[in-house]
Structure formats: structure tokens, C-alpha cells
């Protein structure tokens, strides 16, 4: 699904945002879909079942609300594991797709979708922040907890964010998405500062376990257009899925990536295995009893979450890097999220701090 926002079907608003300038923007946007304003932010109540059993229909729902608290925090890794030192801009939570293994099943505790409307509280946080750390340099990403883009044929936002980043000598900014929604990328002013990033997966795992998203062939075609558009690219194979077959699926896909991509507009390309939380094992079981990936051998790792066995992560990724190095670009960074150092060295020969950490060598691959 190109565009997962035509799924929304019903548009609740905070009484306290309604009056909003963006908040009627979005509104006069979302033609044909019933806008309601609510006095409270409980929708709890419109749901005949309990969470997570709700979420089905609570992802075809979009509540316009305001963050009270703050927009910019460092990503939650783990310190047992190398981080990559990412900065998370939180614009909303939940996703109008519907991935099978997505944390944010076992993360959340509400159904529904929320976009935070209160737009100039985070330009001016992300303002300050910027021009208070300007001896530093910031790579931020919008998809933490959310779609960076799925919503923004309604919402617009990237509108007011790439311009907005266009002259922080200091920071990038990455939209990641498995969408391809990027009319609204055509013609803005990024000198470079935004990068345009999609996930990506094995063709048997694209199609069964990621629901209504965008199919391989409409991301590739998206992100060729938007480095038509002067826009640097990044990818990411996260997380990465044992399956019968999965030599020949990722390499297809990796076979098409740079069949259609320029290689050199790829800034990074991120490799993690797949690990979750241990509730996660039993909402997606419950919500997709058709999917058995969660029924594969793992380990709680360092950081609590379930993880493949060590020799079974390296085979993966082993496979898979060597694809990647046939056809990268000598000057994109292609690293882990969140990996041990023992796996860094047997499936790369170094570790981050060979290099002077990873987010350094992050830094490196789109220095201006």
C-alpha cells in the first residue's frame, strides 16, 4: 500500500489543540473522513475489547492531541550493546501499517493513532537544542515511534521539518518509512539536510508479515525519485527474519536495491537481527496465528530481549553483508544496530571503537 493513510476512518481531536491553525490544516486535508472533537484524550471507551486485542481497529483511527512532554530524547538503547548514538524526534505514536513483528505491539497500551499537533513547541525544542550542542553533530529520526511519512499526505509535516533542518550545519535529519508517500518532499529546500530512509526486508517477509505497506518494487521506485531530488538515502534491514529461503530472498532484494538506487546516494544501510520483547511472542501470536517466525530457537540477550542464537545471527549477517559489499558505494556506512562487539568483530574484522565509535562512522558517511 502506497499511501497507508487512506486507512484512517475516523479523525478524533483534542478539544484543547481543535483551534489550532495546523490542527485545521490536517483537518481541511482529510477530506471524507468524520472528524470528531472529544473533551478528554480516553478513547478507550469507543472499544469493545481491551488492548492489544483492539489495536486492529484502533489502527484505522487517528487522534490529533499535543506532546506535554518532551519532543527530543536519545534513542533507548542499551549499553551492552553498540548504540548509535541516534536522537529520536517523537512527532506521534503507532503506525497506520500493520507489521507482525513491530515492538510497538508490546510497547504501547492504547490502540489508536496520535500525531502531535503542537508543531511550534517542537521546533522551538529542537531549536535550542541544536543550537545549544553545536560542537556536536546530530543524526535525529522522526520513525522511532512512529512512520516518519505514513501520515503525511495528511499532516504535511515534512513540509515544515525538511526546510526547517536545511541550514543546522549540525544535524540530519532521517525520515524512515515503509511507505511511499513523498509527494511532499518535490521542491523543498534540504541542502542535504534530510535523508530519506526505508526498511527493507526478504520478499517472503515483505509480503506476509508487513501489512499494508508499501511493496518493494513502490519503496525502490521512491527512494530513486527522491535521490532524483537531490536527497541523500539510507536503508535499513531490520530486523532481519530467519526463513526457509532467506539466502536467496535477501539477496533479490539487495539485487533490486541497486538496480534501481544510485549507489552513491546511500549514506547508510543498517543491519539488526530480528529481537523483541518477550509479550510480543504473545500479542502478535494472538493478533497473525498464521505467522510462525516467533516459534524459531532464541535467548534473552544482555538487554532482555529475545534474540537468535550468536552463531545463527552471524550466519545471517554474513550472508547478507556480502552482498551488500559486492554493490555499495565505498563511502556508505554499513553498520549494525544494536550488536555485541564479538559479533562486530567476527562478522566485520573491527568493532566501532576501532573507528572511533560507530557514531562517528554514522557521522562520517554524510559530512558536508
Known amino acids: 500500500m502506497k ?18 491553525p495546523y490542527t485545521q ?11 470528531e472533537v472529544i ?3 480516553n478513547l478507550l471507551a469507543l472499544y469493545d475489547t481491551p488492548y492489544p486485542e483492539n489495536l486492529s481497529a ?24 553498540q548504540c548509535c548514538d541516534y536522537q529520536v524526534l517523537n512527532i506521534g505514536m503507532n503506525c497506520p501499517m500493520d507489521c507482525v513483528y513491530c515492538i510497538l505491539q508490546a510497547y504501547l497500551n492504547n490502540p489508536w493513532l496520535s500525531f502531535f499537533v503542537n508543531v511550534d513547541d517542537l521546533l522551538t525544542e529542537l531549536g535550542t537544542k541544536l543550537k545549544a550542542e553545536t560542537q556536536s553533530f546530530a543524526r535525529i529520526g522522526t520513525g522511532e515511534f512512529t512512520d516518519s511519512l505514513a501520515l503525511d499526505r495528511l499532516t504535511g509535516l515534512s513540509k515544515i521539518l525538511v526546510p526547517f533542518m536545511a541550514d543546522k550545519k549540525n544535524a540530519v535529519l532521517e525520515l524512515k518509512t515503509k511507505s511511499a508517500v513523498i509527494d511532499n518532499l518535490e521542491g523543498l529546500e534540504h541542502r542535504g539536510r534530510t535523508i530519506v530512509a526505508w526498511s527493507l526486508n526478504a520478499p517472503k517477509i515483505m509480503k506476509k508479515e508487513e501489512i499494508r505497506t508499501a511493496t518493494l518494487e513502490e519503496r525502490l521506485n521512491a527512494a530513486k525519485t527522491c535521490a532524483s531530488w537531490g536527497y541523500k538515502l539510507a536503508f535499513h534491514f531490520d530486523p532481519i527474519i530467519y526463513h526457509s529461503g532467506w539466502q536467496e530472498g535477501y539477496a533479490s532484494t539487495i539485487k533490486q536495491l541497486f538496480d534501481t538506487v544510485p549507489a552513491e546516494k546511500i549514506a547508510w544501510i543498517s543491519m539488526g537481527a530480528l529481537r523483541y520483547l518477550p509479550a510480543l511472542k504473545n500479542i502478535a501470536g494472538t493478533r497473525f496465528p ?22 545463527q545471527r552471524v550466519e545471517l549477517y554474513k550472508g547478507i553483508l556480502a552482498q551488500l559489499q559486492e554493490r555499495a558505494d565505498k563511502n556508505t556506512c554499513i553498520y549494525f544496530c544494536m550488536e555485541s562487539d564479538e559479533i562486530w568483530q567476527e562478522v566485520f574484522g573491527f568493532t566501532p571503537d576501532d573507528k572511533s565509535g560507530l557514531g562517528k562512522m554514522l557521522d562520517n558517511a554524510v559530512s558536508l
Open 3 to 20: 499511501d497507508p493513510s487512506v486507512h484512517i476512518k475516523r479523525i478524533y481531536v483534542d478539544h484543547k489543540c481543535a483551534d489550532l
Open 25 to 35: 490544516e490536517i483537518i481541511k486535508r482529510a477530506t471524507n473522513i468524520p472528524v
Open 39 to 41: 473533551n478528554d484524550q
Open 58 to 81: 484502533g489502527k484505522k483511527d487517528l487522534l490529533l492531541t499535543t506532546n506535554q512532554g518532551a519532543f527530543y530524547k536519545p534513542c533507548p538503547g542499551t549499553r551492552e550493546y
Open 290 to 311: 498464521n505467522s510462525n517466525f516467533f516459534y524459531e530457537e532464541f535467548i534473552t540477550g544482555l538487554d532482555n530481549k529475545s534474540r537468535y542464537f550468536r552463531s
